[in-house]
T-cell receptor
Framework: DGGITQSPKYLFRKEGQNVTLSCEQNLNHDAMYWYRQDPGQGLRLIYYSQIVNDFQKGDIAEGYSVSREKKESFPLTVTSAQKNPTAFYLC?????????????FGPGTRLTVL | QKEVEQNSGPLSVPEGAIASLNCTYSDRGSQSFFWYRQYSGKSPELIMFIYSNGDKEDGRFTAQLNKASQYVSLLIRDSQPSDSATYLCAVNWGDYKLSFGAGTTVTVRA
């Protein structure tokens, strides 16, 4: 059963803490993405990776970090430098990241800062 | 700044009617266009994609693209209560990234 998994589904963080969101895919896709969605807004790109051991900043990368050590995994760390991290985080993947490639989304992680 | 704008909602339509969703984008060089449906609290799922001028039909959904006017639309025919969701327009500028509009929430009333 192919797809994208994200964990945890809900995450609570105290101010000043770093937290890591997991994203795994078994679709054999080269490209992976992290988005943030705030209430009533569209998705904003945080980071993306087109190949293992390479990734690029998206539109709102400040306060976040990623790694891409394996093709199937693209974890996102929300650092204490991110001033307003409460949001719905979505991981996505596509075959090659090309202009015509559909992006498939995981179920998301809802992060709340206490 | 590349922008994607969607008509503000919410859009309420009676069951069986046509729902019309609009999206404009700022860059004439945009290559492909996607419509995603997102139910409340869930992740987006692809409804349609289009990259050539004209219409593309898939079941009750029709996407329309006019690159000269920088405009893409989605029509939902014979709207059903299960179509009640937020619809996101996404544009690929040709640099391997998608930019999303804020979405239009559609409510189909029985």
């Amino acid at each position: 059963d192919g797809g994208i998994t994200q964990s945890p589904k809900y995450l609570f963080r105290k101010e000043g803490q770093n937290v890591t969101l997991s994203c795994e895919q078994n679709l054999n896709h080269d490209a992976m993405y992290w988005y943030r969605q705030d209430p009533g807004q569209g998705l904003r790109l945080i980071y993306y990776s087109q190949i293992v051991n390479d990734f690029q900043k998206g539109d709102i990368a400040e306060g976040y970090s990623v790694s891409r050590e394996k093709k199937e995994s693209f974890p996102l760390t929300v650092t204490s430098a991110q001033k307003n991290p409460t949001a719905f985080y979505l991981c996505a993947s596509s075959i090659r990241g090309g202009a015509m490639d559909e992006q498939f989304f995981g179920p998301g992680t809802r992060l709340t800062v206490l | 700044q590349k922008e994607v704008e969607q008509n503000s909602g919410p859009l309420s339509v009676p069951e069986g009617a046509i729902a019309s969703l609009n999206c404009t984008y700022s860059d004439r060089g945009s290559q492909s266009f996607f419509w995603y449906r997102q139910y409340s609290g869930k992740s987006p799922e692809l409804i349609m994609f289009i990259y050539s001028n004209g219409d593309k039909e898939d079941g009750r959904f029709t996407a329309q693209l006019n690159k000269a006017s920088q405009y893409v639309s989605l029509l939902i025919r014979d709207s059903q209560p299960s179509d009640s969701a937020t619809y996101l327009c996404a544009v690929n500028w040709g640099d391997y990234k998608l930019s999303f509009g804020a979405g239009t929430t559609v409510t189909v009333r029985a």
